[in-house]
Each structure stands twice: as C-alpha cells, then as structure tokens.
C-alpha cells in the first residue's frame, strides 16, 4: 500500500519559514519524481515544485528564489524549504510520487497559513 504522509505545515508570519516534509512507503522511492502542489481556497490545485530521480529541480516562477524542493533517497522522503513566505502563500500542500506507466500518487496535504 502506497503512503505519503505530509507534515511541517502551519501558522507563520509573512517573510517567515517553513519546512514541508512528505515521507513515502510502498514504492521504491528513488524511481519517482517527486513534487509538491498547492491549493488554495476556491483555487485550482497548482504545481510548486518538482525534484526528478537525478535531483534536478525546477520550480514556478511564483516561488522561485524562495522555496527549495530536495529529495533524501535514503529516508524516502522529499522536503520543500519555504523561505520569505507571503500571504499568498496560504494553501494545502500536497506531495506527489509520479513515475510513468507505474503511478500517480498523492498525500493528504498540509495546511500553510501565512498571516499577522
């Protein structure tokens, strides 16, 4: 059974940090691309940022400079470092495990609220 367990989300002030971590069980983590989308009220969900299995990352122009998405092959997990949060930063964020022809699969999300 395939698991990603999000966690690290919260309450943080604008220009504050955050570490996301998404911990994956069930599938040979080193095989899959790794990413984490958002969604925020009455918005479509968004990609953020992805991490392939050679480590290359790239990320949205809205969140580049800012968020750092990385992978740990060893502890199957993928983290997503926010940095200068904005308000409009506030979403569930969700990691995705995709590899082509063996899955898609996704977690249950985290909630990141960046407010006075």
């Known amino acids: 059974q395939v698991q990603l367990v999000e966690s690290g989300g919260g309450l943080v002030q604008p220009g504050g940090s955050l570490r996301l971590s998404c911990a994956a069980s069930?599938?040979?983590?080193?095989?899959?691309?790794m990413a984490w989308y958002r969604q925020a009220p009455e918005k479509q969900r968004e990609w953020v940022a992805s991490?392939?299995?050679?480590?290359?990352?790239i990320y949205a122009d809205s969140v580049k400079g800012r968020f750092t998405i990385s992978r740990d092959n060893v502890k199957n997990t993928v983290y997503l470092q926010m940095n200068s949060l904005k308000p409009e930063d506030t979403a569930v964020y969700y990691c995705q495990a995709f590899m082509s022809g063996r899955g898609d699969y996704w977690g249950q999300g985290t909630q990141v609220t960046v407010s006075l």
């Open positions: 069930g599938i040979i983590f080193r095989t899959f691309r």
């Open positions: 991490v392939t299995t050679s480590g290359v990352t």
